[in-house]
């Protein structure tokens, strides 16, 4: 096994497991009938889609659980109705805020509709501009540095929408600071293994800190009960996180870090940023190199 590679490379698949555990895929098979006046389906305590009877017709509506942006993409299919609008959209919204997705009108005749929906979020604003002129910490503690198993474009696995995230071979228990400030929106520490087969990603324990101009940070595969902020903590760039470790989709134990704008069907971009170390400016960190945090 080439461990210099490897747990990098399966960190896309890793990702993929994640989001679509956690981003709340949701499908929904509705008889249109008016005597249901709200059909309501809610996800992880983040979002809810309710479905609006409004007479004839039906309205879809989002519903924002949480004090973080949130960026979700819904599919619809329909039998007998038609939709003011696109059939699919993808939008952000608000901490707490609600809004129509969009409008079912059933066909005349009599006949009744039937609709069908599919939806999926993640964290963030998918509109985010990002702060480029902002240098981020390295993710450990001054004065240490620790090998890059894989940088940005990395033709291993780091292509697509993780082109631009870095492993670091970190053993486990390893301290792991924040590479910029911000406030945790999401935590996972309840795992406890890491493992080579399908299904592993599930297993990575991890944080979100949401950045101010919209992104979010994300630091995975962290040790079991290795979290030191809770959601909602406001952090500091520099503060000491957490512990990493070798949870989820993994054969060695190493950091996973990047910054992410939203995107669509619960996905994540990654955005290259620039990090200050002891040596100056790193613009573009390389596999094999090991930098000085400063």
């Known amino acids: 096994m080439n461990n210099t590679v490897a747990p990098a490379g399966i960190f896309v698949k890793d990702r993929v497991d994640i989001r679509r555990m956690t981003g709340a895929v949701a499908i929904i098979t509705v008889l249109f009938a008016i005597?249901?006046?709200?059909?309501?389906?809610?996800?992880?305590?983040?979002?809810?889609?309710?479905?609006?009877?409004?007479?004839?017709d039906?309205?879809?509506?989002?519903?924002?659980?949480?004090?973080?942006?949130?960026?979700?993409?819904?599919?619809?299919r329909t039998r007998h109705f038609d939709v003011a609008g696109p059939r699919i959209v993808t939008?952000?919204?608000?901490?707490?805020?609600?809004e129509r997705i969009m409008l079912l009108r059933q066909h005349e005749g009599g006949r009744k509709g039937r609709y069908r929906y599919s939806y999926e979020w993640?964290?963030?604003?998918?509109?985010?501009?990002?702060?480029?002129?902002?240098?981020?910490?390295?993710?450990?503690?001054?004065?240490?540095s620790y090998r890059v198993l894989q940088g940005y474009l990395s033709r291993f696995s780091h292509s697509g929408l993780e082109a631009y995230s870095i492993d670091f071979n970190m053993p486990v228990g390893t301290p792991v600071h924040a590479a910029r400030a911000g406030v945790v929106a999401r935590v996972e520490e309840s795992n406890s293994s890491g493992c080579w087969y399908d299904g592993c990603g599930r297993l990575a324990n991890y944080i979100v800190i949401l950045h101010s101009d919209g992104t979010t940070g994300e630091y995975y595969h962290l040790q079991h009960k290795g979290a030191f902020v809770e959601v909602?903590?406001?952090?500091?760039?520099?503060?000491?996180?957490?512990?990493?470790?070798?949870?989820?989709?993994?054969?060695?134990?190493?950091l996973h870090f990047a910054v992410y704008r939203a995107a669509e069907w619960g996905n994540t971009q990654s955005i290259p940023v620039r990090f200050e170390s002891a040596d100056g400016t790193v613009s573009r960190p390389r596999r094999g190199a090991r930098y000085q945090a400063s």
């Not at 005597?35 to 004839?56: H, R, T």
């Not at 039906?58 to 619809?76: G, K, Q, S």
């Not at 000491?240 to 993994?250: A, P, R, V």
Request: net charge negative.
């Open 35 to 56: 005597s249901v006046p709200v059909l309501a389906n809610c996800k992880d305590e983040w979002i809810c889609v309710d479905a609006v009877d409004q007479g004839d």
């Open 122 to 144: 993640t964290v963030g604003n998918k509109d985010a501009v990002h702060d480029d002129d902002h240098l981020y910490s390295l993710p450990y503690a001054s004065g240490r």
């Open 58 to 76: 039906v309205e879809l509506r989002a519903r924002n659980l949480r004090e973080f942006p949130i960026t979700y993409t819904l599919r619809v």
């Open 232 to 254: 909602g903590d406001n952090v500091a760039q520099g503060q000491q996180i957490g512990l990493s470790g070798n949870t989820g989709h993994t054969t060695m134990p190493h």
């Open 91 to 98: 939008r952000t919204l608000a901490p707490r805020q609600s």
